[in-house]
Antibody, heavy 120, light 107 residues
Framework: QVQLQQWGAGLLKPSETLSLTCAVY????????WSWIRQPPGKGLEWIGE???????NYNPSLKSRVTISVDTSKNQFSLKLTSMTAADTAMYYC??????????????WGQGSLVTVSS | DIRMTQSPSSLSASVGDRVTISCRAS??????LAWFQQKPGKAPKSLIY???SLQSGVPSRFSGSGSGTEFTLTISSLQPEDFATYYC?????????FGPGTKVDIK
């Protein structure tokens, strides 16, 4: 049974840095990417980026200049940092883990979500 | 970026109905297509991967089909717990992108 639990600050001021962490419990860690996705209130889903256990990352170009995803394999955790936050970054942020059945896919299991609000 | 579109944007259906949702990619995605279900206030849940493979634990009334740029999610007999928003997502190329969603509500 794979579970993802995430945490981090929920209220930020403009220009501050978002910091979220996601812990992965259960299942194998090797060969999977761990991802971050966000969803503004009442809107659709936006993929932020991903990291594998070796630390190799892929980012959405729309956020690449402000995003850092890192991994701590000893704790089975990965983290998101997003700098220079504005009101436009207000969203529910989700972490996710890949899964493999007949083939592998990146967003098999999701965390519960963290609501992040940017307001002065 | 690959643009994903879905139709319809919303639909009303009754319990027991067969429901079909379409998803189109702006270019071929080699069947690297996933479907998710999201209920209000909850995280998305993975239903289908590789266009037609069912994630473990997902009821068999859900099925996916299609290839190239055109894909379909079918719910063979809608159940009360299936009223939700459904998203398609391509993972063929970066950045991964999602469709805008289809909201399924009660007629």
């Amino acid at each position: 049974q794979v579970q993802l639990q995430q945490w981090g600050a929920g209220l930020l001021k403009p220009s501050e840095t978002l910091s979220l962490t996601c812990a992965v419990y259960g299942g194998s860690s090797s060969g999977f990417y761990w991802s971050w996705i966000r969803q503004p209130p009442g809107k659709g889903l936006e993929w932020i980026g991903e990291i594998d256990q070796s630390g190799s990352t892929n980012y959405n170009p729309s956020l690449k200049s402000r995003v850092t995803i890192s991994v701590d394999t000893s704790k089975n955790q990965f983290s998101l940092k997003l700098t220079s936050m504005t009101a436009a970054d207000t969203a529910m942020y989700y972490c996710a883990k890949g899964n493999c059945g007949g083939s592998c896919y990146p967003l098999g299991y999701w965390g519960q979500g963290s609501l992040v609000t940017v307001s002065s | 970026d690959i643009r994903m579109t879905q139709s319809p944007s919303s639909l009303s259906a009754s319990v027991g109905d067969r429901v079909t949702i379409s998803c189109r990619a702006s270019q071929g995605i080699n069947n690297y297509l996933a479907w998710f279900q999201q209920k209000p206030g909850k995280a998305p849940k993975s239903l289908i991967y590789a266009a037609s493979s069912l994630q473990s634990g997902v009821p068999s009334r859900f099925s996916g089909s299609g290839s190239g740029t055109e894909f379909t999610l079918t719910i063979s007999s809608l159940q009360p717990e299936d009223f939700a928003t459904y998203y398609c997502q391509q993972y063929d190329s970066y950045p991964f992108t999602f469709g805008p969603g289809t909201k399924v509500d009660i007629k």
